[in-house]
């Protein structure tokens, strides 16, 4: 036999030239859901309908439904004037301001109180609740449309008597505290309120004539208007004021300010501005004047506490004082002149003779008598100004009372004419609620779906995230919509079960054909290759398909090697009755190929088994040495297949897969893919291509998306022919029976 070539010659593996795997691809939302789903879809649609059923019947019974029973509030925006308009009867300019005012009125606090305490709505047991004004107010709805008089009031309820004694409860006292404005209840009620108005006024009235009755009986004048009489007191004040200006100024020493006997008095080169004592000794009527602008003012001030500055008599009052201010402007101007014209000198208009006769003793005692008389006067206009301006504050009230008595008539009149009109008042209850004799809010149909979509989708969810969590393989779809690291090279049925089953068994073969054509479309044709067959887990049918791709090589004419290099499971070994015979072991051990490889009896196939050596383990591996072993089978064989343990795990499978070109995954269906990542990493540190991934014990869904029904029956009825013509079987053992009988002896190794 020939020797080993030494592991340190360099080889060129042809493996390395096989084509990238395609590149990452975006998978579609459709993909996604489809690969948690796969496989568990069955059990997400039975919990689906299950949980469908059940939240559909929780939504249609405790789904609310609500009954609404309406009722209106006409609120005109002007009435009917009988007598004369009223404001009760003109037009609102803010009407619609108005209107929604008294929508707001219906769901106030104060409504929705005095509507609770009406005895049907407090037997209602939600009355009971803490929280029943809230619950009221949630119900309750206001609406109007532009240009309508109507206010809509609607109460929703879950009982159709109970929304329809809630509104009714909610009108009645909207109309007890804010209505009330028609009908005859209230024009008897207003004409009674009138009546009663009517007769206080007139004895408030008779109180103040009497109050005015009584001052004019105590007055030592015994009238109510005193202005002759003050008038009268003024000029005799004026006069008596210039007197004791005389006298002062005689008694002074002063130069005498009118002409005495024919001596004149001299003046000042330059006169001044007179006084306002000066001006009215000029002009007594501008004394009379001033006293009248302050009688004015104190009257003003009284006015001031009873009524308002848009009060007649104030505005009257206010009128006067303007007017007597530019009367006695003027009369100043005038006083003013004549004083300039006669050079500062005052008229003598002294009583009592020539104050030039007197002795000063005299005028002492003639100033003091004056002065006690001026004192009098003053008192008696000041008393007197005092009495007018109560028996004018007394006239102000009695005026006020008569005008209101003249309204309060005219309103008693408008009333009693008013019995036969249409209008009598602004609000007015139009409608009451009645029972609603269907729902006006009904959500069973509505929950009822959402409850069975929910639940479908929930039971969907659910199993949605189990398969993220759980990324098992069910299907070959899985493999083809993941990650592009690997490549879904075809899939296998299950025939432990079916063995008898001819149409699977040759479905089988079939795809083992299409595995072995889409390998070959990865490699170099022209020289030889080295695969290795291995799994993620153990019992993933490596074994089966390392097998059935040996006898689809060798029946396609390549020349074939098995390779089992499990030195610790050697299922193909067992599975091909060569549990003695020497093989990989010993060849390494030896460095040298000598009758290790045996020759099965079928054309183009030999197999190298693992050995017998038990003292040479899968530590005793050398990469080199393994390497070199590999240089010498690909010179006698076109395809090389090798048999490993689990990927991960086993000691022997980075040296054997380091000599590889390449390396072929078996995923058995319902195995996680996790796994198969963590491999996939691993060849990359060692720079070996995976060729792909093969679903084993795939459905028949899966077979048949790789294999034809109608290329199986051709072929059967070939078959069936060439036996009808004696040409009987072929020769060459069929696939399927080796697939079905490698994976036999996998379930029974299993079992």
């Known amino acids: 036999m020939n020797e080993i070539i030494p592991a340190r010659m360099e080889v060129r593996l042809p493996g390395q030239n096989l084509p990238p795997p395609a590149a990452e691809h975006q998978e579609s939302a459709f993909a996604v859901i489809n690969d948690r789903l796969r496989g568990r879809l069955k059990y997400a649609i039975t919990l689906g309908i299950l949980l469908g059923v059940a939240l559909s019947y929780a939504g249609y019974t405790y789904a609310p439904v609500k009954y609404a029973s309406s009722g209106q509030i006409h609120v005109a925006s002007s009435g009917s004037a009988i007598l004369r308009e009223t404001p009760d009867t003109a037009f609102l300019p803010r009407y619609e301001g108005y209107r929604r005012t008294h929508e707001l009125y219906v769901i106030s606090l104060g409504v929705r109180d005095r509507a609770l305490r009406n005895p049907k709505v407090a037997a ?192 009257r009052a206010n009128r006067e004082l303007e007017m007597l201010e530019e009367k006695i402007l003027s009369r100043e101007d005038s006083a003013k002149a004549r004083w300039f014209e006669l050079g500062g000198i005052l008229p003598s208009v002294q009583e009592g003779g020539n104050l030039n006769d007197l002795t000063p003793n005299q005028l002492r005692d003639r100033r003091n008598a004056v002065k006690r008389v001026l004192d009098k006067n003053q008192q008696d206009v000041r008393a007197m100004n005092m009495e007018q301006g109560s028996i004018n504050e007394i006239q102000n009230q009695l005026t006020d009372i008569e005008t209101r008595l003249g309204d309060i008539n005219d309103t008693i009149d408008l009333l009693r004419n008013e019995e036969n009109a249409q209008f009598s008042g602004r609000i007015m209850v139009k409608g009451r609620g009645v029972e609603p004799r269907f729902p006006s809010k009904d959500r069973r149909k509505p929950m009822a779906l959402v409850g069975f979509f929910g639940g479908f989708g929930l039971s969907c969810a659910l199993f949605f995230m189990l398969g993220s969590i759980d990324r098992r393989t069910y299907s070959a779809s899985q493999l083809i919509n993941n990650s592009s690291r690997y490549r879904c090279l075809g899939v296998l049925p299950y025939l432990g079960a079916n063995s008898h089953d001819s149409d699977l068994a040759e479905t089988a073969a079939q795809c083992v054909h299409q595995i072995r054509n889409r390998i070959e479309a990865l490699r ?155 491999c996939l990493q691993d060849l990359d540190t060692i720079n070996v291509p995976c060729l792909g991934v093969v679903l084993n014990c795939a459905d028949k869904a899966d077979c048949n998306r790789y294999v034809s029904k109608s290329t199986i029956s051709m072929r059967h009825m070939a078959e069936e022919e060439a036996a009808a013509n004696g040409h009987g079987k072929p020769k060459v053992q069929p696939v399927h029976n080796v697939l079905v009988k490698a994976m036999e002896r996998t379930a029974k190794s299993r079992n």
Request: aromatic fraction near 6%; hydrophobic fraction near 40%; glycine fraction near 6%.
């Open 124 to 315: 209602l047991p939600f009355s009971q609740r803490e929280d029943a004004i809230k619950v009221i107010k949630d119900n309750l709805k206001t609406s109007s449309e532009y240009n309508s008089e109507l206010i809509t009031v609607t109460y929703e309820a879950d009982d159709p008597q109970e929304s329809v004694i809630v509104i009714n409860a909610i009108l009645e006292a909207y109309d007890e505290i804010h209505g009330g404005k028609g009908g005859t209840d209230f024009r008897d009620e207003r004409m009674q309120q009138l009546t009663k108005l009517r007769d206080t006024k007139l004895e408030q009235r008779d109180g103040v004539r009497q109050q005015l009755q009584e001052i004019i009986n105590n007055s030592e004048y015994g009238a109510t208007n005193l202005d002759q009489v003050l008038q009268a007191k003024l000029l005799r004040i004026e006069t008596i004021k210039y007197e004791l200006e005389s006298l002062d100024l005689a008694l002074a020493g002063l130069p005498a300010s009118s002409v005495v006997g024919d001596t004149e008095i001299a003046i000042e080169d330059e006169l001044l501005e007179p006084t306002i004592l000066e001006l009215e000794i000029l002009d007594p009527e501008l004394a009379i004047l001033n006293q009248e602008y302050e009688d004015l003012l104190v009257r003003i001030s009284q006015l001031t506490k009873h009524y308002s500055a848009r009060h007649p008599n104030f505005k």
């Open 524 to 678: 170099d044709p022209n020289t030889s290759s080295m695969l290795v067959v291995t799994s993620p887990y153990q019992g993933d049918g490596k074994t089966s398909l390392a097998m059935a791709l040996g006898w689809s090589y060798a029946a396609s004419g390549y020349r074939t090697l098995m390779m089992d290099c499990d030195f610790l499971g050697r299922n193909l070994t067992g599975q091909m009755g060569l549990a003695g015979h020497s093989g990989v072991k010993e060849a390494l051990r030896d460095r040298r190929l000598d009758d290790q490889i045996v020759d099965l009896p079928v054309p183009n196939l030999s197999a190298l088994v693992a050995g017998a050596d038990a003292g040479f383990g899968p530590e005793s591996i050398r990469r080199d040495d393994f390497a070199a072993l590999c240089v010498e089978l690909r010179l006698r064989f076109d395809i090389i297949i090798t048999d490993t343990g689990p990927f991960i795990g086993s000691v022997e499978l980075l040296p054997v897969t380091a000599a590889a070109d390449g390396v072929v995954f078996s995923v058995r269906r319902g195995r996680s893919r996790s796994r198969l990542e963590e």
